[in-house]
């Protein structure tokens, strides 16, 4: 009697456990994507790391070594974008906002009531109603900078904890191969370096794609001097990690950034030569080489998976979606895998 | 007397244990090459793990990614279901190196007899030392090619002695049954 009573307190506080873990779960979910974040950023640049430590210099000093020579090139990065980066937005605030706007609305306007006689007795207002639209923009810029505000905190959090992760994460993981049980400490072991196999070559390849590919992108971009070439080259970066729309993307918002501003036939041409090109170099030159071991994503999981990631996490979510489905992926083969071996299911 | 912090050796319970570590490394044929500076990059990533009396530490047939090292205590190895024991092994033996090479199946049971400590040194972490310094690597790689190459030379030895040893068994059975006729 006493003995069942005691198992159900027992179920009852392990029950109870679970939900607390999960609710704080739930509670921190920036925070945890945060560090998750850091930790795969730390993940990606750990080989770097290990090197300078095997040619002789403490993890500390590598640590610090790689700091700098990340901070240097962002900054000069940053010191030659930025201006441009500036420029871009202010002409997109500009380019809706202006007297050119109102003038090709009302131009706009008078070919609509010579064209289709039977509105000319109403009013449309054209400019009326985009400047309506466009206070709901700035609204939503104004959102915009707030989620800002969070970004830049992100901007801090996110090098102070990659920092930690990369100097201490080698005794991160043996602590905690330390605390598995004797029975299952093998097995645990024999995964981590599984997964670690499968999803370095993926994490890795993964981000150093996306960086090719951004820059290449940046540099046809303004070498054929379309307009918001900075903002078009690292959209197209990221988005490329999303098979068949991602590369698409690219293409289709620098092609439209173009015809917006009046570019003749010729231009467009180019940038989309810009772009096949620079495909065929990634299909051809950088994703044999970088994407060698690289995990297959259905289309359905991935347009799930950005969705998901946009529902909870907002645009970071989107953002690391599909790294984090590969992750998951890898982890449940894996994992299964390891069980089976072991004879324990 | 109370220890005077400035001037008593207060670090030398730590270096005593460390020098322990080192000197059971040292004695293991498998790092007998590696000098003091590699030998702690060694030490560095092995896993330290505490087993109770009578608890298996690997079972036959299970899977096997890597050797270990005894540092305190004893070890038995058996085999089969009724455990027939094949050796006991104590301070500063070493088991299971074989599954450093080939990840395989382990071919005997180990299960400690008292509390015993060991230090586990598995097949990922030997690869990423590959990786990262190759020559200490190297010369583990080498040690553990050698000490393989050992025991095959005295498997195959052995082999053939029962081979002679089975042939002459046959040959006066034969006898035997011609004798029989």
Same mark, same amino acid.
């Given at each position: 009697m006493e003995s069942s009573i005691g198992k159900t307190f027992k179920y009852i506080a392990v029950i109870a456990l679970i939900v607390v873990v999960v609710w704080l779960l739930v509670l921190l979910k920036f925070i945890i994507a945060l560090l998750l974040v850091a930790a795969v950023i730390a993940y990606i640049l750990d080989p770097i790391a290990s090197f300078m430590v095997a040619r002789g210099i403490t993890r500390l000093q590598s640590t610090i070594l790689i700091f700098l020579i990340i901070g240097t090139i962002f900054g000069t990065l940053l010191y030659l974008l930025v201006p441009s980066l500036m420029v871009e937005l202010n002409f997109l605030q500009e380019g809706i906002g202006g007297t050119q706007a109102s003038e090709l609305l009302t131009k706009l306007e008078h070919t609509i009531y010579e064209t289709i #006689?039977? *509105?000319?007795?109403?009013? *449309?207002?054209l400019y009326d109603k985009l400047q309506g639209s466009l206070q709901n923009l700035a609204e939503s810029f104004f959102s915009i900078i707030v989620d800002l505000v969070s970004v830049f905190s992100t901007m801090i959090i996110i090098p102070f904890a990659v920092f930690f992760i990369l100097k201490d994460g080698h005794k991160m993981k043996k602590n905690l191969v330390g605390i598995i049980p004797n029975k299952y400490f093998e097995m645990f072991l024999n995964l981590l370096h599984k997964v670690d196999l499968q999803l370095g070559g993926y994490l890795r390849g993964q981000f150093l794609d996306s960086l090719i590919i951004g820059l290449l992108a940046i540099i046809a971009l303004w070498i054929l001097g379309v307009k918001y070439f900075v903002l078009i080259g690292i959209f197209a970066g990221l988005a490329?990690?999303? #098979?068949?729309v991602g590369p698409l993307a690219g293409m289709i918002i620098a092609a439209s950034v173009v015809i917006l501003n009046n570019g003749s036939g010729h231009e467009i041409a180019s940038v989309l030569g810009a772009f096949a090109i620079i495909q065929l170099i990634d299909n051809i030159l950088v994703q044999p080489l970088v994407l060698a071991r690289s995990v297959n994503l259905h289309p359905l999981i991935i347009i799930f998976a950005i969705i998901t990631g946009g529902e909870f996490f907002g645009i970071i979510g989107m953002l690391v979606a599909i790294p984090f489905t590969g992750i998951l992926k890898v982890l449940s083969i894996e994992i299964y895998n390891s069980i089976k071996r072991f004879n324990m299911i | 007397m109370a220890e005077d912090p400035v001037w008593s050796n207060i670090f030398k319970k730590h270096r005593v244990v460390q020098e322990n570590i080192f000197s059971v490394l040292k004695r293991l044929p498998i790092f007998q090459d590696l000098g003091y500076k590699e030998l702690k990059a060694v030490e560095r990533i092995l896993h330290r793990r505490t087993y109770r009396a009578d608890e298996i530490i690997f079972k036959e047939h299970e899977p096997g990614v890597g050797m270990y090292i005894i540092e305190s205590g004893k070890v038995n190895i058996t085999l089969g279901k009724e455990n027939k024991l094949l050796v006991l092994l104590s301070n500063g033996d070493f088991f299971g190196e074989m599954a450093l090479i080939l990840e395989g199946q382990r071919t005997a049971s180990a299960i400690a007899t008292e509390p015993t400590k060991l230090l586990g040194f598995f097949q990922p972490d030997l690869f990423n030392l590959l990786e990262t310094s190759p020559k200490t690597g190297n010369k583990i790689l080498t040690r553990l090619a050698q000490m393989i190459a050992e025991r095959l030379r005295l498997g195959t030895i052995e082999n053939r002695q029962l081979k002679t040893k089975l042939n002459q068994v046959k040959s006066e059975l034969d006898t035997l049954k011609k004798a029989k006729k």
């Open positions: #006689p039977v *509105l000319s007795g109403q009013e *449309l207002n490329n990690m999303i #098979p068949y | -």
